[in-house]
């Protein structure tokens, strides 16, 4: 049952996974919570008399804060798990924005797993309102070299620049991670060196070259390789989708292969683009045509175009097909899922973040 509880009897968890920035309430909520004076209840944990520990509602409790009430909702809950406490609150935390280095999100998640309360990353991942595929790549992270952890905790580097790092030596990671930041490139570029990179590796001797020849190897044959021009090879996968065969190959060739997209774009579809991108784990790219049709396209490098359809079907389940649009078998390309209108825009938005 909720309680109005004195809002200063209210502190942060020790649970409270550390490098999370506090979550703050916009403007606009001030405002209108301000007005109205009402503020949605949060969860607490009681620890001793007339205190409590801080579950969820970070928000809102820094809000009440800031609105300077003396009191705010509650809903005190006595019997609850370590392993919950945590798994809730950094759900709370994900759910209102709140950032945090991926080295240390991926060290709390695998803290969660260790607890033996989830099972497997695909019942943490369904806890978290994340996709399994995006939990994992989380977790990959933790095999990273340490030096290439450290540029991920200074964001010097993204998790998608370096998620095709782990299972190569600690030395190769390095001097691969050394390219990506001496060239500045693209978190593209540097998934394309890496598979150049593995490619070389297999070929070579390895005790002839060393990790850093090897690496400025793969960085050359980047610069050398140019993106061929014109319509790539469309492999269609999946099935029952319900636009005809006609319409479905009449849109794809008008959006074309190549997936150039406007440079300036609605500031609400490059938000969703970002959502998207985290949720899944791909970074993805919004098509509109002035029809209101138009695809939403993910990028992949190499073979994790396998990783990514797999992962695109088990979200759309067999109500949209997914295509592959390639250069070809060993380069990079795109996953696309296209749509007719805005109502099937809008569904394949929800099952990707659902």
Request: with cysteine; net charge neutral.
């Amino acid at each position: 049952m909720c309680q109005y509880l004195f809002t200063d009897a209210i502190a942060l968890s020790c649970k409270r996974p550390k490098g999370y920035a506090i979550v703050r309430p916009s403007a606009d909520e001030i405002k209108i919570y301000g007005q109205s004076g009402i503020i949605p209840p949060v969860m607490v944990k009681p620890t001793k008399e007339n205190t409590y520990t801080l579950i969820q509602g970070e928000k809102y409790w820094m809000l009440a804060q800031t609105l300077q009430m003396e009191q705010i909702p509650a809903f005190v809950v006595s019997d609850l798990r370590e392993s919950d406490e945590k798994a809730l609150i950094m759900f709370d935390l994900r759910s209102h924005g709140a950032k945090l280095d991926p080295i240390t999100e991926a060290i709390s998640l695998k803290q969660l797993l260790d607890d033996g309360v989830y099972k497997s990353q695909a019942e943490l991942a369904r806890y978290l309102g994340l996709h399994r595929s995006a939990v994992h790549h989380k977790l990959q992270l933790l095999k990273l070299d340490p030096k290439v952890k450290k540029s991920l905790s200074l964001n010097q580097l993204t998790p998608l620049h370096v998620r095709t790092l782990p299972g190569l030596p600690a030395e190769a990671q390095w001097a691969l991670a050394q390219c990506m930041l001496s060239e500045r490139l693209s978190a593209h570029q540097s998934n394309r060196v890496v598979a150049i990179y593995r490619a070389n590796w297999k070929q070579a001797n390895v005790n002839d070259f060393s990790p850093d020849v090897l690496a400025e190897q793969a960085l050359q044959a980047l610069k050398k390789t140019s993106a061929p021009k014109g319509d790539g090879k469309v492999n269609s996968v999946t099935v029952d989708g319900d636009m005809d065969e006609g319409t479905y190959n009449a849109l794809l060739n008008l959006l074309g292969s190549e997936r150039k997209l406007a440079p300036h774009k609605d500031i609400d579809v490059a938000a969703l683009e970002q959502n998207i991108s985290d949720k899944v784990g791909y970074i993805c790219r919004i098509q509109l045509l002035p029809s209101g049709a138009g695809e939403y396209a993910f990028r992949y490098d190499g073979e994790m175009g396998d990783y990514l359809q797999d992962d695109l079907e088990i979200l759309l389940g067999n109500h949209y097909r997914v295509s592959r649009v390639e250069k070809n078998k060993e380069s990079n390309g795109w996953a696309c899922v296209l749509f007719s209108n805005g109502t099937e825009a809008n569904d394949i938005a929800d099952r990707l973040l659902r």
